[in-house]
């Protein structure tokens, strides 16, 4: 499945070069083309984490100001800002991206390398949290967008149980090359999709999609439709977050 990015409407184009030139402001550490893994909230002591993929020209600056509006205090938010690189569909802008999107047309190649790289990084995380002392089955992946692409990459393809996936307007990546086979360990794991029916970024059908390749992932899935929503969040999104972030990571 590719990612359906409209940049032939003037409004995304405006948004998302305000984005680069707010992102490149805020974190001119990016100049050097290093991940930013900083952006990690919580108490002295914590028994899980959550770690959140923000979209296409974000950062995880802001995702983890909102997250931390659904959690717990027992739980740890690793909110990582992606590096900057030139993106294809946008003639070569530099924006910060997990990876690299080509085009809208679904006959043009997915960025294999990059998405599989940016699912090692995210694995890299995962296994940092571990050797801290957090079960990998007290951990979350999420993301939004092209973040929350990579967090159902990352999160089924990974080796030990996870606690969930939170998907929130995304689609499933390199979903030609996405069999049962490749999910050990999370299979059956508990995921919730978030989508907006009336999303013109990544439309409410491809959500669709995903939503059937993930139901023969997991029994435990919920693809939550929200009428009116665009390409964002919403307060009934962010509670059904929290209700998933309760459910998966109670006090212990």
């Given at each position: 499945m590719k990612c359906v990015f409209k940049c032939q409407n003037k409004f995304f184009i405006i948004l998302f070069l305000f984005l680069q030139i707010r992102t490149c402001l805020l974190q001119s550490q990016w100049k050097t083309q290093k991940r930013n893994t900083d952006s990690g909230v919580?108490?002295?002591?914590?028994?899980?984490?959550?770690?959140?993929?923000?979209?296409?020209?974000?950062?995880?600056?802001?995702?983890?100001?909102?997250?931390?509006?659904?959690?717990?205090?027992?739980?740890?938010?690793?909110?990582?800002?992606?590096?900057?690189?030139?993106?294809?569909?946008?003639?070569?802008?530099?924006?910060?991206?997990?990876?690299?999107?080509?085009?809208?047309?679904?006959?043009?190649?997915?960025?294999?390398?990059?998405?599989k790289n940016a699912t090692a990084f995210v694995h890299s995380l995962i296994e940092k949290e571990i050797s801290s002392g957090i079960p990998s089955n007290r951990i979350i992946i999420g993301g939004f967008s092209q973040g929350g692409a990579l967090a159902l990459h990352a999160g089924l393809t990974y080796h030990k149980r996870l606690a969930g996936i939170i998907a929130l307007s995304c689609w499933l990546p390199l979903s030609n090359l996405f069999t049962p086979s490749l999910v050990t360990a999370n299979r059956n794991i508990h995921i919730l999709q978030c989508h907006g029916e009336l999303d013109r970024v990544v439309p409410y059908g491809f959500g669709q999609l995903t939503a059937f390749f993930l139901q023969i992932m997991t029994k435990n899935f919920e693809f939550k439709t929200y009428p009116g929503l665009m390409h964002s969040v919403s307060p009934s999104v962010l509670a059904d977050i929290e209700r998933f972030i309760k459910l998966n990571l109670p006090v212990i």
């Open positions: 919580a108490n002295k002591k914590h028994s899980a984490s959550i770690i959140f993929l923000h979209g296409l020209g974000d950062t995880g600056d802001r995702w983890t100001i909102i997250l931390n509006t659904v959690k717990s205090s027992h739980i740890k938010i690793i909110s990582p800002s992606a590096r900057v690189i030139p993106i294809t569909i946008n003639h070569g802008t530099n924006m910060s991206a997990w990876f690299d999107i080509k085009g809208l047309d679904q006959t043009l190649l997915e960025d294999s390398d990059g998405i």
